[in-house]
């Protein structure tokens, strides 16, 4: 696609379900973040894939929050027993190779947890 | 100590004038720096980069950066309405990419 594309780009859930939310990133590019955007406030960095190197989890919130990414390219975001807390926006972003340059977002994907 | 931060504001100022936003950074080691701006309900996109010491400037935008006090500025000259967003500072750490909490910029005509 010509984008990074997220889905869905709006989730509604209840307190304790799973959910999974989905990245396609830009054919091509090597590296992916997923940050977290709550209402009024700047990005929470979640988690970085650069190739095949180990991602850098440090972002991540608690053991309730896992991620992957198959064959270099889409990448999934799993919540596992979501509570309140963890509604916002999350947001996947991508470049060619992660080394100092311009990410390229997706519209986010807002998840809301009843 | 937050990794990057920044004042929420919101910073007004009137058409026009110049916008000054600042972010402050804690890895003295961090070699590239970011400003994205951001509109109510839209995703980030990037309108500047730094590297070096010094000013760079790009049309209306000038970026500053200070290694040495750990410290990046925005200026935007000749402040327009359509310039009302919020100003992201992101500061690569590490080898990824942390930004800050965002400037409110309003821009009133």
């Known amino acids: 696609g010509a984008g990074v594309s997220q889905s869905p780009s709006n989730k509604v859930t209840e307190k304790g379900k799973d959910v999974e939310l989905r990245c396609d990133p830009i054919s091509g590019h090597t590296a992916l973040y997923w940050y977290r955007q709550s209402l009024g406030q700047g990005l929470e960095f979640l988690i970085y894939?650069?190739?095949?190197?180990?991602?850098?989890k440090s972002g991540l919130p608690s053991d309730r929050f896992s991620a992957e990414r198959t064959g270099g390219s889409v990448s999934t975001l799993t919540i596992q027993r979501t509570q309140q807390e963890d509604s916002a926006v999350y947001l996947c972003?991508?470049?060619?190779?992660?080394?100092?340059?311009?990410?390229?977002f997706g519209s986010g994907t807002q998840l809301s947890v009843l | 100590q937050k990794e990057v931060e920044q004042n929420s504001g919101p910073l007004s100022v009137p058409e026009g004038a110049i916008a000054s936003l600042n972010c402050t950074y804690s890895?003295?080691?961090?070699?590239?720096f970011f400003w994205y701006r951001q509109y109510s309900g839209k995703s980030p996109e990037l309108i500047m980069s730094?590297?070096?010491?010094g000013d760079k400037e790009d049309g209306r935008f000038t970026a500053q950066l200070n290694k040495a006090s750990q410290y990046v500025s925005l200026l935007i000259r000749d402040s327009q309405p359509s310039d009302s967003a919020t100003y992201l500072c992101a500061v690569n750490q590490g080898g990824k990419l942390i930004f800050g909490q965002g400037t409110e910029l309003s821009v009133k005509p």
């Open positions: 730094i590297y070096s010491n």
């Open positions: 972003a991508s470049s060619p190779t992660g080394l100092n340059e311009k990410l390229f």
């Open positions: 890895d003295r080691g961090s070699q590239s």
């Open positions: 894939f650069q190739g095949n190197s180990a991602p850098d």
